[in-house]
Structure formats: structure tokens, C-alpha cells
């Protein structure tokens, strides 16, 4: 039996996802962009699901695009237009109403998703962390974003969320010249929100996505949906949003467990209600 190319493990409100195509270095076929769509989505729906770690098994985080696999598959009208061309492999393949994990064809993902990179990391596998909400590596993964050495260019996230995330200039240097970039510089430029040390960046990521989801879901959510309104819409749009949310976020169970633990000096048991 063929090994699933993304394996999904639960452990409480912790949603584990995991790139399993390490003989192919983790490169996307048309199988393994279904699937962490599907993974994705199932973050997305499952109510008691608070937060996602995406990881990978092998030596890269991913290679990118498998266009190997890909190109023999694509229609004719794609292959004429390649700088579309991952826009095209993403559209169709997401569940109807689910999450894609690039955000590109439709919003990024309600819930936190935190990364954590081990080995190399290449063009989607950068457009990943800029879709995820924190990114940790340790400090020998390397990253690289080089479509432009290919004729192409990044997509959604490396032509837009790049610029924003690290600043213009710090996105030109890695995305115009292709060349390689190692943890150290990717943390500098805020890229990674943590360095671990070689191999254990997988338990950092845990972590973090356990403490998250010992906190208010509905504020978590309020938080990221708030912050993305901001950037698309500017803040006049985000702020007059905070005051509904924060009226509506007033009423709810949690926000007088959260009291009630501050006053006993306990941790809340927040239920997301």
C-alpha cells in the first residue's frame, strides 16, 4: 500500500500535520496538494481543533513543485502560461468551502498554523511559512526562493506576503538573485519567529502550539482574522472591526472563565463558547 504523502496525528486540540514525500524530497504532485488541502480544511472545521503544526519527514522542508509529476498532467492552456502555473494547480484541488494552505485561491487558514523547518526549504515550502501564522526552524535549515533563475516568479505569497512579512528590499536580495540563505539570516529578517538548535525545531513548534491552544479560541481566531483585515484592508477597516468583536467576544462563557481563573490564579479551562 502506497504511504499517505501527508499524515494527520491528533493529540488534543493539537492537529499534526506532517509532508511525507521524502524520497521525492517532499516535492508537490497533484496527490499531495489534495491532501494538505484536505488537512488544512480539516483544521478549519473541526471545532475542538485549536492549532496546527505543519512539519516534514526527510531532509527537505520541500523542494516545491514536483513538475516532473506535474507537467505531463497539466492541460495545454496551462503549459502555454507558466507563471500562472501554481495559481491553476491549487485552484480545483481544495474542498469546496475548505482551506487553502497558501491562501491564494481562498483565505489563509481561521486557526494558528506553526511551522517547523528541518533541513532545506525551497519556494513553497517558504510561501508556507509566510501563509502559517508563527515559523520555527533550527539552525541548519537553509531556504531558498529561486523561481526567477527558472523563468517564473513566486506566486501569491512570494510576490505579496513576502514584501510585507520581511520589508521590500530583504525580499528583493533572496527572491532576485535565487540565492540560498541560511536560518540565521531567515530570523533576522523575521521570516522565522524561532531558532532552535539542529533537530529540535519539531518539539519547539509543539511548544508554542500547546500553549496556544491553552488560550481563548474565539480571541486566538479574533486575533489572526483582525491583523489579516488590517493588512488588506488598512486599519481604519480593522479598527472599526475590533470594536464589534470585542462586544461580541464580551458576552461569551470564556471571557468570564478567563476572569474568574485570573482571580484564582489558575490557568482558564477555555472552551470556546
Known amino acids: 500500500m502506497t504511504e499517505p504523502t501527508v499524515l494527520t496525528e491528533r493529540a488534543g486540540h493539537v492537529l499534526t500535520i506532517t509532508l511525507n514525500r521524502p524520497d521525492k524530497l517532499n516535492a508537490f504532485d497533484f496527490p499531495m496538494l489534495r491532501a494538505l488541502a484536505e488537512a488544512y480544511t480539516e483544521l478549519a472545521r473541526d471545532k475542538d481543533l485549536r492549532v496546527g503544526v505543519l512539519r516534514a519527514n526527510g531532509r527537505y522542508f520541500t523542494s516545491g513543485l514536483d513538475l516532473g509529476a506535474l507537467l505531463p498532467k497539466l492541460p495545454r492552456e496551462v503549459l502555454s502560461q507558466l507563471n500562472p502555473l501554481p495559481f491553476e494547480l491549487v485552484q480545483g484541488l481544495v474542498p469546496k468551502g475548505g482551506v487553502d494552505p497558501w491562501g491564494v485561491t481562498t483565505p489563509l487558514c481561521p486557526k494558528p498554523v506553526v511551522t517547523a523547518v528541518e533541513g532545506r526549504c525551497f519556494t513553497l515550502g517558504i510561501e508556507l511559512l509566510l501563509a502559517a501564522s508563527i515559523n520555527v526552524a533550527d539552525t ?79 480571541g486566538v481566531q479574533t486575533v489572526l482574522r483582525n491583523g489579516r483585515l488590517a493588512q488588506a484592508k488598512g486599519t481604519a477597516k480593522a479598527l472599526a472591526k475590533v470594536r464589534m468583536e470585542f462586544a461580541r467576544i464580551l458576552l461569551t462563557k470564556d471571557v468570564r472563565r478567563g476572569f474568574e481563573a485570573f482571580k484564582n490564579r489558575e490557568q482558564a479551562d477555555f472552551q470556546g463558547n
Open 140 to 218: 541548519a535549515a537553509t531556504f531558498t526562493q529561486y523561481e526567477v533563475s527558472r523563468g517564473l516568479f513566486p506566486f501569491g505569497g512570494g510576490t505579496v506576503r513576502w514584501p510585507l512579512a520581511v520589508g521590500t528590499h530583504n525580499a528583493n536580495r533572496w527572491t532576485l538573485t535565487g540565492d540560498d540563505f541560511p536560518a540565521a539570516e531567515a530570523h533576522r529578517i523575521g521570516l522565522i519567529q524561532e531558532l532552535t538548535d539542529p533537530g529540535e525545531a519539531v518539539a519547539k513548534a509543539h511548544e508554542i502550539a500547546e500553549t496556544i491552544a491553552r488560550q481563548a479560541p474565539l
